[in-house]
């Protein structure tokens, strides 16, 4: 049996954001944040659910499923590939504008819900050892919170060591799918959670389509190419050129031709700097 890599841009977005299979979500979600009892989410609707035209072809450094609970908090689950830099200032902005947008679904700011960011890194982003580690805003003094409406959690994979036989808690079952899901070659035994096992059907290759094969090679040879014109392009200076004439507001078509470009690679820059 052999399984897709979980970090791939629609491998990411077709287990986690398939409304036919919820249930993986929610499993997902529920063991990364540790709710238990009356927090637990029992319900979830997908914002941006999977949809395979939409995303062949698209940008694959940043991976996100966004949804809200029973309860109308939402969840931004995000898979970053790439440190870049001014990735904690994109954060802040995306979490903050999920929660100041509801006011347009409420007439008081009472009526606001809670954003919860949950960001999978396939790098080191803390000083924590943990791989798992959850930010608040707290009273630097006495640990008090009284602003709860926003909390971050990254799971940054490459510190996660455990092996197969060391799973234990469902959490570290579901870090493991997510970082080896590619190297495994069959289901793990005493797997009893039935969102985690929905995943593990999802990442099974032979339940795909050839239009999803095709595009999730696609994906892997974007960012491939991606990673590429971005280092051509700073190795021969041009970034720096690209980036004034842009905010000079000069057109990407006479920027391209100045500096001995292409449109693509001009833009793949700008975007590029855009999520700093």
């Given at each position: 049996?052999?399984?897709?890599?979980?970090?791939?841009?629609?491998?990411?977005?077709?287990?986690?954001?398939?409304?036919?299979?919820?249930?993986?979500?929610?499993?997902?979600?529920?063991?990364?944040?540790?709710?238990?009892?009356?927090?637990?989410?029992?319900?979830?609707?997908?914002?941006?659910?999977?949809?395979?035209?939409?995303?062949?072809?698209?940008?694959?450094?940043?991976?996100?499923?966004?949804?809200?609970?029973?309860?109308?908090?939402?969840?931004?689950i995000e898979m970053q590939?790439?440190?870049?830099?001014?990735?904690?200032?994109?954060?802040?902005?995306?979490?903050?504008?999920?929660?100041?947008?509801?006011?347009?679904?409420?007439?008081?700011?009472?009526?606001?819900?809670?954003?919860?960011?949950?960001?999978?890194?396939?790098?080191?982003?803390?000083?924590?050892?943990?791989?798992?580690?959850?930010?608040?805003v707290r009273d630097i003094?006495?640990?008090?919170?009284?602003?709860?409406?926003?909390?971050?959690?990254?799971?940054?994979?490459?510190?996660?060591?455990?092996?197969?036989?060391?799973?234990?808690?469902?959490?570290?079952?579901?870090?493991?799918?997510?970082?080896?899901?590619?190297?495994?070659?069959?289901?793990p035994e005493n797997l009893?959670?039935?969102?985690?096992?929905?995943?593990?059907?999802?990442?099974?290759?032979?339940?795909?389509?050839?239009?999803?094969?095709?595009?999730?090679?696609?994906?892997?040879?974007?960012?491939?190419?991606?990673?590429?014109?971005?280092?051509?392009?700073?190795?021969?200076?041009?970034?720096?050129?690209?980036?004034?004439?842009?905010?000079?507001?000069?057109?990407?078509?006479?920027?391209?031709?100045?500096?001995?470009?292409?449109?693509?690679?001009?833009?793949?820059?700008?975007?590029?700097?855009?999520?700093?």
């Open positions: 049996m052999k399984f897709v890599d979980v970090k791939n841009d629609i491998a990411f977005r077709k287990i986690f954001g398939n409304e036919n299979r919820k249930e993986t979500l929610i499993s997902f979600l529920n063991a990364v944040l540790d709710f238990h009892g009356d927090q637990r989410i029992k319900q979830v609707s997908i914002l941006n659910p999977y949809q395979l035209p939409k995303l062949k072809g698209g940008k694959v450094t940043i991976i996100d499923v966004k949804a809200t609970d029973q309860v109308g908090r939402t969840y931004i590939v790439g440190d870049i830099d001014g990735f904690e200032k994109r954060v802040l902005y995306y979490s903050s504008k999920s929660y100041s947008d509801q006011i347009k679904r409420a007439d008081f700011y009472r009526k606001l819900r809670p954003v919860i960011f949950i960001g999978i890194l396939d790098f080191v982003h803390t000083e924590n050892k943990k791989y798992i580690s959850r930010s608040q003094e006495t640990g008090e919170q009284t602003i709860k409406d926003m909390e971050f959690t990254f799971i940054e994979l490459p510190k996660f060591k455990l092996e197969l036989d060391d799973l234990k808690t469902l959490i570290e079952k579901w870090v493991y799918f997510i970082k080896n899901g590619e190297n495994i070659e069959v289901v009893h959670d039935e969102g985690l096992k929905s995943a593990y059907e999802e990442a099974n290759v032979q339940t795909w389509t050839q239009e999803e094969l095709d595009a999730y090679e696609y994906a892997f040879m974007r960012e491939e190419d991606e990673r590429a014109r971005l280092d051509k392009a700073k190795k021969d200076g041009k970034i720096d050129l690209v980036i004034e004439l842009f905010e000079d507001g000069m057109p990407i078509e006479k920027i391209a031709k100045l500096s001995k470009m292409t449109g693509e690679e001009v833009s793949e820059i700008i975007e590029h700097q855009a999520n700093k």
